[in-house]
């Protein structure tokens, strides 16, 4: 049976304490961060899909970098303050190794809403579907998924998946609502 790829993780649906994914690697893609950092960790067929993503983003000619992957649960806890950019842990994404936050250097490598103007960030936002990626928090949803805008927070769902997701501009909230949601999970 295959990873359950859409599932949904936030503060309703959070993450047990000590989840950690199943073959979480680092697969040398382009990140701001030294070798051996946890953050450099991605599950295995979303770091796959995040080379096709950015190999394919720099024969445009682009600079997409990676900032943020994994995170553990401990190192949610060391980081949440209280900010609504930061998840409390259990509830953020990052622990489930599906999701990837992105930067490049015309931010100087920043989570700043001023990515999404960058080539980069355009980029992004129009091709991610193509390999299976969402903006997972995208601009006047806060109050669908309880978190601002984040133009550099992707999240693999499948190619499937995020095309549908793509093409009504619903979130993965939204589609978890829907009474009859469309079963992506036997498509590859």
Same mark, same amino acid.
């Given at each position: 049976?295959?990873?359950?790829?859409?599932?949904?993780?936030?503060?309703?649906?959070?993450?047990? /304490?000590?989840?950690?994914?199943?073959?979480?690697?680092?697969?040398?893609?382009?990140?701001?961060?030294?070798?051996?950092?946890?953050?450099?960790?991605?599950? /295995?067929?979303?770091?796959?899909?995040?080379?096709?993503?950015?190999?394919?983003?720099?024969?445009?000619?682009?600079?997409?970098?990676?900032?943020?992957?994994?995170?553990?649960?401990?190192? @949610?806890?060391?980081?949440?303050?209280?900010?609504?950019?930061?998840?409390?842990?259990?509830?953020?994404?990052? @622990?489930?190794?599906?999701?990837?936050?992105?930067?490049?250097?015309?931010?100087?490598?920043?989570?700043?809403?001023?990515?999404?103007? &960058?080539?980069?960030?355009?980029?992004? #936002?129009?091709?991610?579907?193509?390999?299976?990626?969402?903006?997972?928090?995208?601009? #006047?949803?806060?109050?669908?998924?309880?978190?601002?805008?984040?133009?550099?927070?992707?999240?693999?769902?499948?190619?499937?998946?995020?095309?549908?997701?793509?093409? &009504?501009?619903?979130?993965? /909230?939204?589609?978890?609502?829907?009474?009859?949601?469309?079963?992506?999970?036997?498509?590859?």
């Amino acid at each position: 049976m295959d990873k359950d790829y859409t599932i949904l993780i936030n503060r309703k649906h959070p993450l047990p /304490e000590d989840f950690i994914p199943e073959h979480l690697v680092d697969i040398g893609l382009p990140f701001d961060a030294v070798p051996g950092e946890p953050k450099r960790l991605l599950e /295995e067929k979303t770091a796959r899909s995040a080379l096709e993503l950015i190999t394919r983003s720099r024969s445009e000619g682009l600079n997409l970098y990676c900032i943020s992957g994994y995170r553990s649960y401990r190192r @949610q806890k060391e980081l949440f303050t209280g900010d609504s950019y930061v998840a409390p842990p259990g509830s953020s994404e990052h @622990q489930s190794g599906l999701a990837l936050d992105m930067s490049c250097p015309a931010v100087q490598m920043e989570l700043t809403e001023a990515f999404a103007e &960058t080539k980069e960030g355009i980029w992004l #936002n129009r091709h991610a579907a193509l390999f299976g990626f969402i903006i997972r928090y995208p601009k #006047n949803k806060e109050h669908i998924t309880g978190i601002p805008w984040e133009p550099w927070h992707i999240r693999y769902v499948t190619r499937s998946l995020a095309s549908y997701l793509s093409l &009504t501009g619903l979130t993965l /909230e939204e589609y978890h609502m829907l009474e009859n949601p469309v079963d992506f999970s036997n498509l590859k």
